[in-house]
């Protein structure tokens, strides 16, 4: 069942605003990854974040998790034509094999 | 990085033709691998999961004998679609996970266009 469920977002922003997403998800976590799919191709892993952990950076991007609302955000800063794809947020529930479950996803198309 | 590759990219294909999907992780050994399908503009159906030796694990609602699926490696992972029908039709991406709580590796999917 999906677990990690954001409501199917499409964003249009100027090249070098910021881009926030978000993601709700309905039952307990082990850890939120964050991807992203360009048109046509499979996912590219962006971010991990634990259950234990509430905020993380990589490059550009920053992830928030807070399992008191069950929520996540993903922002992508100083956005670059290149960034525009579909984010998924996905949650790994700890049942073992990694079994992800994958919300509706978030299209951004960053205007150059 | 790890890198994850599936074949054939595209296929097209008459209805009651079996279509054979490979995925393969090129430079780990893969302790699970996962096929999901994507219709357009959708997320991702996790179909079902599959690990090295023993038999897939299906997703509710997920014909078995429709979705073959063969884990012979540690690093390969076949999708065979029996008997494909146009409802078939469908984008379906392969990925392989380290295990351990580690990310999975996604493969560029497989166009499946069913006549």
């Known amino acids: 069942s999906q677990q990690g469920e954001e409501d199917p977002q499409a964003l249009s922003i100027q090249e070098g605003e910021n881009a926030t997403m978000n993601c709700s998800y309905k039952?307990?976590?082990?850890?939120l990854q964050w991807y992203r799919q360009n048109s046509g191709r499979g996912l590219v892993h962006l971010i991990l974040?634990?259950?234990?952990?509430r905020e993380k950076h990589s490059g550009r991007l920053r992830v928030t998790l807070d399992t008191s609302k069950k929520s996540s955000s993903l922002l992508i800063t100083a956005s670059r034509a290149a960034d525009t794809a579909s984010y998924f947020c996905?949650?790994?529930?700890?049942?073992?094999?990694?079994?992800?479950?994958f919300g509706k996803g978030n299209q951004v198309v960053v205007i150059p | 990085g790890a890198v994850v590759s599936q074949h054939p990219s595209r296929v097209i294909c008459k209805s009651g033709t079996s279509v054979k999907i490979e995925c393969r992780s090129l430079?780990?050994?893969?302790?699970?691998m996962f096929w999901y399908r994507q219709f357009p503009k959708q997320s991702l159906m996790l179909m079902a999961t599959?690990?090295?030796?023993?038999?897939?694990?299906?997703e509710q609602g997920v014909e078995k004998d429709k979705f073959l699926i063969n884990h012979a490696s540690l690093t390969l992972s076949t999708l065979t679609v029996t008997s494909a029908h146009p409802e078939d039709s469908s984008f379906y991406i392969c990925?392989?996970?380290?295990?351990?709580?580690?990310?999975?590796?996604f493969g560029d999917g497989t166009r499946l266009s069913i006549l």
């Open positions: 990925s392989a996970s380290r295990g351990g709580g580690q990310p999975q590796h």
């Open positions: 039952t307990s976590i082990n850890n």
């Open positions: 974040i634990r259950s234990n952990e």
């Open positions: 996905a949650t790994d529930g700890g049942y073992g094999n990694n079994r992800l479950a």
């Open positions: 430079d780990f050994q893969a302790t699970t």
């Open positions: 599959s690990n090295e030796g023993s038999k897939a694990t299906y």
